[in-house]
């Protein structure tokens, strides 16, 4: 591993500082080498940075982690010196997150499997303080918060008590910050041109455009609904930076409000339920799969159904070898290949968090001598028609039994394919011949587990496996209906 060797310093600068990183876990990294006197996160740039009591723990840190990877929750961190010798308050204010307290929270929640309201929200904060209002609203960021307190050291309380913390275990993790001040007046003419031209005319208080001291809330509802209230500029720049919010509002000090906005039509797209998490029917599976964190790279909050897949071999690709391929990260509704581009395919998984795993771990695989293109469609779903093929009701779907396993299984092709559900009397030599059409195969293995037969066979490479996966899964061998998928293993 390279560590940038910069001039010693105290202060030691910490990169690839994923959001599901958390203030103890970099403490618990660190503490082994000495007293941690600072912390810094810029959670904008995914760094910490970190002073250590004296430049000879740091230096102990840096020489330690010269022949170990650091690593945290499954992500790998690099560490350097920082070319700043010590940490200054006015440093922490410029880099870090630690803008002036204030009694308005900003709370982005990630890993998000479970569906998080207003009442939820104000259940995990208001033990810390009376709680007056809460907006919520979904950002590039994610699902976020603001979340303003009666008084200011309530606000500062709960930040010290929960940032970092998961709101279920395993998942949900609390994000913290002081809502912003003094925002720059550019935001406030790009909201000008770019808002209030394209979309809607709102009204704007302006005596408050710098500084948010009070949330205003116009009704409380618990559904996602548009809310052109006339919020204070930081709420409205959060507005502006979105495509679309659909926010969910709450004024604990006046409960008398409506319920909606009168005339407001839903966001299209979202429904009365809230704001669409499709993959909420699934929770119990993959909390079970994935209970101490997603795999890195994925969100969990995608709500988009629909891939598009792209550079398809044309020759040798149908609705069916694609459903071999794409099956292993979710249930397919339907699939449809585009007769206008013959080379592209629309895919409609059975979630949002199904189609986030087969876009993250399949984009660039290599199928049929092609390099796939992977990427959410633009179409919240595909129509059924005598041009679609539906699979919504395939018992190959593998994700309507042991959904839980099969999550935790997913990964990118790789060069061995595991088979399952073979014949009991099967032959190493029969699965090897029931394969090797595609490819070089280097090493092979059958056998029992839990009274079935099982068989590993180890290709040259990965599109090899992939092919062989997507041609003969749930093909016939000895008279019983094979499974075919990846794994993990890298030697037999």
């Known amino acids: 591993m390279m560590l940038l060797m910069a001039e010693s310093s105290k202060v030691i600068h910490v990169r690839n500082v994923g959001h599901e990183i958390s203030e103890n876990d970099l403490l618990q990294l660190f503490q082994p080498f000495g007293v941690i006197t600072k912390l810094v996160m810029l959670r904008a740039k995914n760094q910490a940075l970190l002073q250590m009591q004296d430049v000879s723990s740091a230096i102990t840190a840096l ?62 904060f208001s033990p810390y303080g009376f709680v007056e209002k809460i907006v919520t609203f979904q950002k590039s960021a994610g699902f976020q918060a603001l979340i303003q307190y009666q008084a200011q050291p309530c606000a500062a309380s709960a930040r010290t008590s929960l940032q970092g913390r998961n709101i279920y275990d395993g998942c949900c993790q609390l994000d913290i910050q002081f809502s912003k001040y003094a925002l720059p007046l550019a935001y406030i003419l790009h909201f000008i041109v770019t808002f209030l031209v394209s979309r809607v005319v709102v009204s704007i208080d302006c005596s408050f455009i710098f500084s948010l001291e009070e949330l205003q809330v116009n009704y409380n509802n618990d559904r996602s609904r548009y809310s052109l209230c006339c919020f204070r500029f930081d709420v409205i720049l959060l ?17 008398n409000l409506p319920s909606e906005q009168k005339g ?22 993959i909390a079970a799969a994935f209970g101490c964190g997603l795999p890195p ?57 199904q189609a986030e795993l087969a876009v993250h771990f399949l984009k660039g695989a290599m199928l049929f001598g092609k390099r796939l293109e992977v ?9 059924p028609g005598t041009d679609s093929h539906d699979y919504v009701n395939s018992n190959l779907n593998r994700f309507n039994r042991n959904a839980a396993k099969n999550y935790r299984y997913c990964c990118s092709p790789t060069k061995m394919i595991h088979l399952s559900t073979l014949p009991q009397d099967v032959t190493e030599e029969e699965v090897v011949n029931h394969v090797q059409e595609h490819g070089a ?52």
Do not use: W
């Not at 990427?375 to 129509?383: D, V």
């Open 441 to 492: 195969i280097l090493n092979t293995k059958v056998f029992e587990m839990n009274g079935k037969k099982q068989a590993l066979v180890q290709f040259e490479n990965e599109e090899e496996a992939a092919e062989a996966l997507v041609c003969k899964h749930a093909t016939s061998l000895g008279g019983s209906i094979i499974r075919i998928s990846f794994s993990q293993l890298q030697t037999i």
């Open 375 to 383: 990427n959410y469609s633009k179409h919240p779903n595909i129509t």
């Open 239 to 255: 507005f502006m930076l979105t495509d679309f919010m659909c926010p969910l509002n709450r004024d604990y000090t006046n409960p």
């Open 297 to 353: 790279g994925i969100t969990g909050t995608n709500d988009r159904c629909t891939i598009l897949v792209s550079n398809l071999n044309t020759d040798s690709v149908d609705e069916d070898k694609l459903f071999n391929l794409f099956s292993l990260y979710g249930n397919i509704v339907r699939i449809k290949l585009l007769r206008n581009k013959p080379d592209h395919a629309l895919v409609q998984m059975g979630d949002g968090f």
């Open 63 to 124: 020489q330690f982690f010269t022949n170990v990877q650091p690593t945290i929750r499954g992500r790998n961190v690099y560490i350097q010196f920082s070319s700043h010798q010590e940490l200054t308050t006015a440093e922490q204010n410029i880099h870090g997150r630690e803008d002036e307290p204030n009694r308005i929270l900003l709370v982005t929640v990630h890993h998000m499997l479970y569906p998080i309201t207003v009442d939820v929200l104000h259940q995990v």
């Open 264 to 285: 407001r039509l839903p966001h299209p797209g979202y429904g009365d339920a809230g704001v669409a998490y499709p993959q909420m029917a699934n929770t119990s599976a």
